[in-house]
């Protein structure tokens, strides 16, 4: 290949300004499981061809911005291997309170921390201070009521999860199913 030809491609390359744009897509899912889809994208047109495609084949269907929204709670959460705690959970969940969180909650495995967004980094800059690794850190949405399916449903429902994990514009896929 001529090196005209591989510069030329290389100055196209670092010249192009693409624009990305978060979007926020949301529907329902089989048995009206609410979902949304956040994407980042250079076209909007094609990305919202390929939600629709991947709702339209598993059941579901693309709503208007709003519909599903309602059901949900953006907060931020943190999530604690038990096992690679550094602290004694009273302790833990002490500093976690005093540094802003809402909630904390114990499982068998792990420790969850709630926060509000505008907490989110102060309580994991705290944690992360106190020698925490984290299983899981981030902002996301949290839905308020759940739905529970059947058999047939929950099939449909990991078909279209599965679907919207492969399209390469989708970043977060949050819904309400009982899983």
């Known amino acids: 290949m001529p090196n005209d030809t591989i510069n030329n491609a290389?100055?196209?390359?670092?010249?192009?300004?693409?624009?990305?744009?978060?979007i926020?897509?949301?529907?329902y899912g089989p048995n009206g499981v609410a979902v949304i889809v956040e994407a980042s994208t250079d076209n909007k047109n094609r990305t919202a061809a390929d939600v629709r495609h991947a709702f339209d084949k598993s059941g579901g269907n693309l709503g208007t911005s709003g519909c599903?929204?309602?059901?949900?709670?953006?907060?931020?959460?943190?999530?604690?291997?038990?096992?690679?705690?550094?602290?004694e959970e009273e302790e833990l969940m002490m500093l976690a309170i005093e540094a802003g969180a809402e909630d904390f909650e114990a499982s068998e495995?792990?420790?969850?921390?709630?926060?509000?967004?505008?907490d989110f980094s102060a309580v994991r800059e705290k944690l992360e201070e106190a020698g925490m690794e984290f299983l899981e850190a981030e902002v996301q949405m949290v839905?308020?009521?759940t739905v529970a399916l059947d058999e047939?449903?929950?099939?449909?429902?990991e078909r279209l999860i599965e679907r919207l994990e492969d399209l390469d514009d989708v970043a977060n896929i949050y819904h309400n199913w009982e899983e």
Do not use: L, Q, R
Request: charged share 30%.
């Open 10 to 22: 290389i100055k196209k390359a670092s010249s192009s300004n693409e624009n990305y744009e978060e």
């Open 24 to 27: 926020v897509y949301e529907g």
């Open 152 to 157: 047939k449903g929950v099939e449909k429902m």
């Open 68 to 87: 599903v929204a309602y059901m949900f709670d953006k907060k931020g959460i943190i999530v604690i291997e038990k096992a690679t705690a550094s602290m």
């Open 143 to 145: 839905p308020t009521t």
């Open 109 to 118: 495995e792990i420790y969850e921390i709630t926060t509000e967004p505008a």
